[in-house]
């Protein structure tokens, strides 16, 4: 299949993109169609304009990211080349001397949209499927087919930075109105009326010239160099500061060329240096990281990667929910949002219906944005009863436990439960931390017992750690996968063990953190280079939002369970600082306003306390304290992998970036290790080791990884 | 060194509010320069072909201020065609780093008497206006952690431990103290009221000062810098200052240099041109130096740059009368006297640019000026002069009366 090539009675040459493939993709196989295609264009007699077009669901799905996370340093040149080739012909299409129209017919994403932008005029049909935008930015990459540069002459700077520095997709009725489209019309008349609009403009020669072809366009918003667009760029760059911390070299490229493209370079140099600056950036270790991950790690694991086989899809038909607290109020509104009825039961109904009120509130909110009718509010609504009757829950196929992170209160809510269950119906256990094996014991049903850890607050954070006890069935965990998707949460499947996988990981790195603070390190200095890791917030400011009492206590939990030993702990000092904190200054965290910091109305700031830890002149090299904090969590993340707590590399990445802050341009805790380079990492382990302790040896998996060259994939 | 360089005269222009409702708004910056040439000329009956080059500071060298505005003002002043001029730019420092290019020709022997100077109508060529890449290209600023002069300011007050108190205080002294000089008479030695072409003067004296400044008003001012700050340049500060929790804003226009329009010229010269001339020397340039120091920061150059100073004349702090630090931001001036361990009772005597304004490309050349007369009233002998500069760089310039 390639494109198919029609010329009308009018003189109008329909292209209609259909690839081999589910989709038309920028891949090897794109250039030589989209070549003939232009020749034959060129050699055309009597043409009156051609229309742009797709045989498939979608327009166009944009670059080929198996190609483009391919390509090494050596690569480069033959890229560039190959961009600059595809984007001389996107070049002769546009200045051909015709209307030239894109007939979008359903998602024009990336390279898709870009091809669009070679056109002269953007009609979108109705589509409620379709998306429109550059989302480059989000994986790591930047628009290099011509997009960067003819988006920015296009809207101007500063109307153009969200679509390419945010990667913002919008809707066919939104690109009319921000000016990406010029036109939306039913599916059905699309490509009608692209031939009514090309025969309107005969006669009309501006119709056939593009924006930056035309003598005396005006860029809207004005030059970069202006007295008003100067300190724009400049605070823009800020503001990229702030969200990457300068961790990740795409938006800033972008940012550059946009600011290039408007007024300081002509249009064709433009293109040129785009296309540079887009070979250049794709062997870098950000863009391969959030490609591998954000791309192909997310599609495994929302595809199903670590879902048992064989087991047919299902759907959770009625919801309990059982604790109207925090965790139990997030849960309700995730569900009730993708249409399932949830009771949600409290032992008081106040309290059930101020659970209900959560979700009230959230939608209250989206109404006043725009983003819902109250009618759709009131319909979310409808779904969620609250009640303090065990007999309510009767007949539900899932009942989500949300209560006090307790075994014995856990067992006494289920006792009292578990036999409301629907025929077949699972147990869900809402824990962080307690043993998933040890509280299905008092279930009836072990099998049907799994554990469900959401992260909080449930109704922003995208993850879901299912946790498998020994005796969970494979259809109990396939139905707990299946009902995350369908509350549109991206689950990963993890064993019991303590800590499963992202309580034990997370801990490491906080706890990392506090040990330097007892080693003597600025307690300021260890925040700070934690959080320019790229880490969401620094670890002692976490460890104080997690609140210090909390850690110390499930600690001492574990402990006295049996689940850990005071030998075997990694980092004692850490332990016992924190535990000093709580029992002998009164430092719980930073619920009670007291904990690593001080928290006041004026902000917060480092309690004096800790200088008597401090031992000034001992600062470590910043390299060696980023380290130790990032290697702790990467370390403990293989040995999940190499212990089965993690079923899978992508599960590891995947769920270390959206449930335990690992940084983004890492890829997550595994594939860090793949771009920093396997040797170069053991050999790093090993000098943290002798320098730091043995906990920061490399595990069996990591050696052997390396010994035989094998990337984590 | 083998020929001294000598001060002969060192003059400049009132300084008035650098926007469109400033007084010198209407003078082009061309004229401004060319009028101080013309009473130079004038002073000392000067045979103009005898002057090697005229070297003025600009730091918006563009439109009005473009195409080598020193070349400008020597034909402009109907010099003698004999004169070559050229402009240069070492941002806040090109006023005094244009004299110490003069004196090092003069030693060196390339030339044995020249014009060194500079010249900003800020009001006519807003500070900016030559773009550069340092602070508004994307790559860079990201790269270097490029972030606008005043957040530098606020975070050498936060390291430093001044607070919003301590830096109007400083201000409110300069307003008095340049209020004082100006109403005792003490600038008028070397101020050129401005005229037109008729002979009528437009301004006579400095009229930026606000000498009815208090506390209270200093108070009520708004940070500067503090919304710039929060869009992610405060983070980028500090990604290279990990041992500040927060960047504490208390800079305001009112502890601030001024924005204000602004010429100064010194005549610089060997001991034989002067005699050749019947030119009295009224001081010499003891030693120069530039240094550069962290450009996030980017303010914290001036000190170093003293140091270095006395190092290489080979004297020390107690060597020197008098210390004048252009006041910047009020914690420039503040973290000087603590680099140097000065008293703020013989530093900035006559106030600064908090009180007077600061026109970019010629302060330097001012100071000049201001401390030779502070001097001769005193009758002492030294001053250190000194500029922080963008990209962290900072110029001291020693000078002596002879």
């Known amino acids: 299949m390639a494109f198919a090539y029609e010329k009308d009675a009018n003189g109008i040459v329909s292209v209609t993109m259909d690839m081999d493939g589910p989709v038309n993709a920028m891949n090897d196989a794109f250039l030589p169609q989209f070549l003939e295609a232009v020749d034959r264009i060129e050699a055309e007699e009597d043409l009156k304009g051609v229309i742009w077009t797709s045989a498939k669901e979608t327009f166009f799905a944009g670059g080929d990211l198996n190609m483009l996370k391919s390509i090494t340093p050596d690569g480069v040149e033959a890229l560039f080349e190959s961009v600059e080739g595809t984007k001389a012909v996107m070049r002769r299409l546009e200045k051909l001397p015709v209307p030239i129209v894109a007939a979008i017919n359903g998602a024009a994403l990336g390279g898709g949209y ?173 863009t391969k990281n959030m490609i591998e991950t954000l791309f192909f790690g997310m599609n495994k694991v929302n595809g199903g990667a670590s879902r048992p086989k064989d087991i047919p899809r299902s759907k959770v038909q009625r919801l309990g929910i059982l604790g109207a607290g925090m965790m139990g109020q997030g849960i309700t509104y995730s569900a009730a949002m993708a249409g399932i009825p949830v009771v949600l039961k409290d032992t008081t109904l106040t309290a059930a219906e101020r659970g209900k009120a959560y979700t009230e509130k959230l939608l209250t909110k989206r109404v006043e944005k725009g983003r819902m009718t109250t009618e759709q509010r009131d319909a979310v609504l409808a779904l969620i009863t609250p009640t303090n009757k065990a007999e309510d829950i009767k007949g539900c196929d899932l009942i989500i436990e949300a209560v006090f992170e307790k075994i014995d209160v856990k067992n006494a809510v289920l006792s009292e439960h578990e036999e409301l269950l629907a025929e077949g119906g699972f147990w869900g256990s809402n824990t962080s931390t307690l043993p998933i094996t040890r509280l299905a014991e008092k279930s009836a049903k072990p099998a049907n017992f799994v554990g469900l850890h959401f992260f909080s607050p449930v109704d922003k954070m995208p993850l879901l750690e ?52 007892a080693e003597g390190q600025d307690p300021l200095r260890v925040d700070n280079l934690s959080r320019l890791t790229g880490m969401p917030t620094g670890m002692l400011s976490l460890l104080d939002e997690v609140q210090l009492k909390l850690v110390d206590d499930i600690y001492n939990t574990q402990v006295q369970m049996g689940l850990q030993d005071p030998a075997d702990e990694a980092t004692p000092e850490a332990r016992k600082l924190v535990h000093d904190l709580i029992t002998e200054h009164d430092r719980l965290g930073r619920a009670t306003g007291k904990g690593f910091y001080e928290y006041t109305a004026d902000g917060k700031a480092i309690w004096s306390g800790l200088a008597a830890w401090r031992k000034e002149g001992s600062d470590l090299p910043d390299q060696d304290i980023q380290d130790r904090i990032m290697f702790r969590a990467i370390l403990e993340t293989l040995r999940c992998l190499e212990e089965g707590v993690l079923r899978s590399v992508a599960d590891g990445n995947v769920g270390s970036i959206l449930g335990i802050g690992a940084p983004v341009h890492t890829g997550g805790y595994i594939q860090f290790v793949n771009t920093y380079g396997l ?35 | ?73 020597v034909q402009a002043a109907h010099w003698d065609e004999a004169v070559s001029g050229v402009q240069l730019d070492r941002f806040c420092g090109s006023g005094l780093e244009a004299v110490n290019t003069a004196a090092a020709k003069i030693v060196a022997g390339q030339e044995d008497l020249m014009v060194a100077g500079g010249v900003e109508s800020m009001s006519r060529v807003p500070m900016g206006s030559s773009g550069g890449a340092m602070y508004l290209d994307p790559d860079m600023i990201m790269d270097q952690r490029a972030v606008p002069q005043g957040i530098g300011a606020d975070l050498i007050a936060t390291i430093d431990g001044y607070t919003r108190e301590d830096v109007d205080a400083f201000a409110m002294e300069s307003q008095r103290r340049a209020a004082h000089a100006r109403d005792s008479g003490w600038f008028d030695k070397s101020v050129v009221p401005v005229r037109d072409e008729g002979g009528l003067t437009i301004l006579k004296r400095d009229d930026f000062i606000k000498p009815d400044t208090d506390m209270q008003k200093l108070g009520a001012l708004n940070p500067s810098f503090a919304a ?15 041992e500040v929790a927060r960047i504490n804003h208390v800079h305001t226009p009112g502890n601030s240099s001024g924005i204000v329009d602004g010429s100064a010229a010194v005549l610089i010269g060997s001991e034989q041109a002067g005699k ?74 006559n106030g600064g640019s908090i009180a007077m304004g600061h026109p970019l490309g010629a302060t330097g050349a001012m100071l000049v000026s201001t401390m030779l007369d502070e001097l001769e009233r005193r009758n002492a002998k030294r001053a250190m002069l000194s500029l922080c500069i963008g990209g962290g760089m900072g110029i001291s310039t020693l000078i002596e009366r002879v």
């Open chain 1, 466 to 517: 299912i946790i498998a006890g020994d005796e969970t069935s494979d259809e109990t965990l396939a139905r707990a996968f299946d009902f995350a998707r369908q509350i549109k949460k991206t689950p990963i499947i993890v064993g019991d063990k303590t800590g499963f996988y992202t309580s034990r990981t997370i801990g490491t790195k906080m706890l990392e953190a506090a040990q330097l603070v």
């Open chain 2, 1 to 73: 060194m083998a020929n001294a360089a000598y001060i002969y005269d060192a003059i400049r222009t009132p300084r008035s509010r650098g926007k469109a409702n400033g007084t010198l708004h209407e003078v082009k910056p061309v004229q401004l320069a060319a009028g101080l040439l013309r009473e130079m000329q004038s002073r000392h009956d000067l045979d103009t072909a005898r002057v090697g080059d005229v070297v003025l500071g600009c730091v918006s060298p563009v439109g009005d201020q473009g195409s080598d505005i020193a070349k400008g003002a």
């Open chain 1, 114 to 286: 870009e091809i669009c932008l070679a056109c002269n005029y953007r009609i979108a049909s109705e589509n409620p499927k379709t998306k429109i935008g550059l989302p480059e930015v989000t994986l790591g990459l930047l628009p290099g087919g011509g997009g960067t540069v003819r988006l920015t002459w296009l809207l101007g700077l500063e109307a153009a930075m969200p679509f390419l520095l945010e990667g913002r997709q919008v809707s066919p009725s939104k690109a009319l109105a921000t000016g990406l489209v010029h036109e939306v019309v039913a599916p059905d008349q699309l490509l009608e009326r692209a031939r009514e609009y090309i025969l309107s403009v005969q006669g009309n020669e501006t119709a056939a010239v593009q924006p930056w072809d035309t003598k005396g366009y005006k860029i809207p918003g004005g030059p970069s160099n202006s007295p008003k667009n100067a300190p724009r760029i400049a605070g823009a760059t800020a503001m990229l500061f702030k969200k990457t911390k300068g961790l990740m070299p795409a938006p800033t490229r972008i940012l550059d060329i946009m600011t290039e493209a408007a007024g300081r370079i002509d249009f064709d140099t433009a293109q040129r240096y785009e296309s540079r600056r887009f070979a250049s950036l794709t062997p870098l270790a950000p």
């Open chain 2, 276 to 349: 050749d001339l019947g030119l009295t020397p009224r001081g010499r340039i003891v030693q120069a130096t530039m240094v550069s120091t962290d450009p996030v920061i980017m303010l914290a150059g001036p000190g170093p740059a003293a140091k270095k100073c006395l190092e290489k004349a080979g004297l020390t702090v107690n060597d020197v009368d008098l210390w004048e630090i252009n006041e910047a931001f009020a914690s420039v001036a503040m973290r000087y006297m603590k680099d140097l361990g000065i008293d703020h009772e013989i530093t900035n005597v």
């Open chain 2, 228 to 242: 710039m700050g929060s869009y992610g340049f405060d983070d980028m500060a500090l990604s290279k200052y990990l």
């Open chain 1, 679 to 713: 040797d170069s990492f053991v050999s790093r382990c090993d000098e943290l080791a002798k320098l730091y302790g043995d906990r920061f040896a490399p595990p069996e998996i990591l050696k052997n990884h390396a010994a035989d060259q094998i990337a984590f994939r």
